[in-house]
């Protein structure tokens, strides 16, 4: 395990050398000039030549997309254009809270999709299972944009039962309707596709057997169909576990939480550069990760997958 597991790094440095070549390139050759973007219209030239002079936007191209490699072997993205605060202490400080949000709703998401697709699934064509679809699809099909509108309007400001927004450290009360609002949306496809999945399993000779030895639905359910049904459904789940440090760039921005997602839109809105290319490269960083953890957890689970 260990071997592939340093071969699978060592794989990482082209494809993280490509972000970065693919993600300088945009920058510098699209994305304009982000000093005049900056400083707005009315900067002088005085201005925008000093600024310039100071982040390095004068040297040669390949000194510039060097140093920015160098940027990402050591994690060091410099300051932010904006709050001229390092970026590292940023992302250190925007991730726990992002964490906050995103790994509680997560987890309460995947309970929530797992149990509501296995009732879907054993209960097939009742109308159990027809309003767990029609949940599913609501999930799926209905703006997240939407839910955060009614959520802050309805329950929130009519209803007083949640915080508009704000953020608090150690404050549950300000993350609870975020929570809510993610575990609708992330278990809509999230039940649609584990319901396919036990359906499968529950169709197999392995089930029969087992009621015919006289065990009982829960049992069956969580002892035999669960653990099989585990390869698709970590295929699905474990990707995108990485990617919560990363945050929710709606709905913090939407409930006025200081996360990494919150971080992102504002750094687009005000042409934070260095920023949004650290925030590039963590993510593709963060993926990167979770298939290497993928790989790792099908050995795992199922002893059929060998690691060569």
Known sequence: MWNYFFRRLLQTIPIVFG??????????????D?????????ATASEIARLREQYGLNDPIYIQFFRYLKEIITFDFGRSF???QMISTMIK?????????????FFMSLIVAIVFSMLSAFYRDTWLDRALVIFSIAGMSISILAFILFGQYILAFQMNWFPVSGYEPGEIKYLLLPWLIWIIVSSGADVRFFRTVFLEELSKDYIRTAYYKGASTSRVLIKHALPNALLPIITRVVINIPFLFLGSLLLENFFSI???GSMTVDAFNNADWPVIKAMTVLGSLLYIAGNILSDLLYAKVDPRVRLN
């Not at 972000?19 to 304009?32: D, E, Q």
């Not at 982000?34 to 009315?42: E, K, R, S, V």
């Not at 400080?93 to 709703?105: D, F, I, K, M, R």
């Open 258 to 260: 200081p996360g990494l």
């Open 93 to 105: 400080q925007g991730a726990l809270v992002s964490l906050s949000l995103t790994l509680p709703a």
């Open 82 to 84: 904006q709050s001229h």
């Open 19 to 32: 972000v970065a070549l693919i993600t300088f390139t945009l920058f510098h050759f699209v994305g304009g």
């Open 34 to 42: 982000p000093i005049i973007q900056l400083l707005g219209p009315h």
